[in-house]
């Protein structure tokens, strides 16, 4: 058979035909009148999806240079922060402090389990010194979202700053940076911006700028007031990967032109088709509380966990990705981010049943498609 290729990961997600074909134009200068103008053409559409008047910085780097640039620009070496840890990229925000001896007091939460405001409310009394917390409003590794409305409601009255790591949610599920009031909202390009790695994106409020000023942390190429500076110029303080701005640009023309709303429930409406599916075949999901994002699967007793995206991928060609160390084979997760479609999500239930078939677990062909296509069928608009 001729195999095609499903990228079905979260993250790098697929990009639309029209967004890969405007990187194929020679190169512009960037410190050019025609870069500026469609610079900041993306600086406008991306303050659109932060829900933010501040500016959004575009750094040429993957999402993890984001979190970085939060960390080094809003603390000092011994500065106090708190760092949920619900999964991989939590886990991350801890490795980026301790690299520059920032005292991170960490919240270790369970893979999947739910972290509530009442909690981290308790925890911001009894650790009143802290400057910075840092959260994951989607936790990839997990397919668990998590309450930044209600962390917002309990960091904003305090002197810390909320910082938001949202790689994966943005574009899926809302987080208004000023009407919800996150201090520091921050992003990545290959994800639901629907263009390739390799641009992430940053902004901060008013009480995060305040930190910016007198944070002492080593920084040089991801030093926001640089950033700041050489925005004012309608530029970036270095070279920006200019092929992927023009990319980025047509990619918002898209997500904008389709609008923020329906981006979330088109989302919901492939989550929940996902979600059916996976139950129909007797699957349990990990996450208490899982988002739109991805759909992280318990592997089912008897399969070796590692088979089942080995098959999907090798065999099948449908890229999904398996569960990240510590808990390698015991979840897959499936993504539906991005531009993805309707029909993306029967493609995956699909070649999930014929691998789950082909590893001796029972099913009925067809249960997950029966269950999920009605909710496509008739959310379809
Ligand atoms: C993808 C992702 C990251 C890491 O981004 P890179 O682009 O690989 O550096 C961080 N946080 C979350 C929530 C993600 O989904």
């Known amino acids: 058979m001729i195999k095609k290729y499903y990228l079905l990961s979260p993250g790098p997600a697929p990009v639309p035909e029209s967004v890969l074909a405007a990187a194929a134009v020679p190169i512009i200068h ?14 406008e559409g991306l303050k659109t999806v932060f829900g933010t008047k501040e500016d959004v910085y575009v750094l040429t780097s993957s999402g993890s240079g984001a979190m970085e640039t939060a960390v080094v620009n809003l603390l000092s070496p011994g500065d106090k922060a708190l760092t949920i840890n619900a999964g991989k990229f939590g886990e991350r925000w801890g490795n980026i402090c301790k690299a520059y001896g920032v005292a991170y007091k960490e919240i270790v939460v369970e893979w999947g389990a739910d972290y509530t405001k009442d909690q981290l409310s308790a925890e911001l009394r009894a650790n009143p010194d802290v400057k910075a917390v840092f959260c994951q409003m989607s936790e990839t590794s997990t397919g668990a979202v998590y309450d930044i409305k209600g962390f917002a409601e309990v960091v904003a009255p305090t002197n810390a700053v909320l910082v938001v790591d949202g790689i994966s949610g943005m574009g899926v599920m809302p987080c208004p940076m000023d009407e919800w009031k996150v201090d520091v909202l921050l992003s990545g ?136 160390d510590p808990n390698k084979g015991k979840f897959f997760r499936i993504a539906h981010l991005g531009y993805m479609g309707g029909f993306d999500v029967i493609t995956a239930l699909v070649a999930l049943e014929m691998t789950l078939t082909d590893l001796g677990y029972k099913l009925e062909p067809g249960a997950s498609v029966k269950a999920a296509e009605p909710i496509l069928r008739e959310n379809w608009a």
């Open 30 to 43: 960037h410190r050019t009148p025609e870069f500026s103008k469609i610079f900041m053409e993306v600086t």
């Open 189 to 324: 390009s290959q994800k639901s911006f629907m263009i390739p790695p390799g641009l992430a994106y940053i902004a901060f409020s008013p009480k995060a700028w305040k930190l910016v000023e007198v944070a002492k942390c080593s920084k040089f190429y991801f030093d926001a007031k640089k950033a700041r500076k050489n925005l004012l110029d309608k530029t970036t303080p270095w070279t920006p990967a200019i092929s992927l701005v023009i990319q980025q640009k047509k990619a918002l023309d898209i997500i904008l032109g389709m609008g923020l709303e329906q981006m979330y429930a088109h989302h919901r409406i492939l989550g929940d088709a996902t979600r059916a599916g996976v139950k129909a075949l007797g699957l349990e999901l990990l996450a208490r509380n899982p988002g739109n994002i991805l759909t992280a699967v318990k592997t089912p007793a008897g399969i070796e966990g590692g088979k089942i995206v080995k098959t999907m991928q090798g065999k099948y060609m449908a890229y999904i990705q398996g569960a990240q």
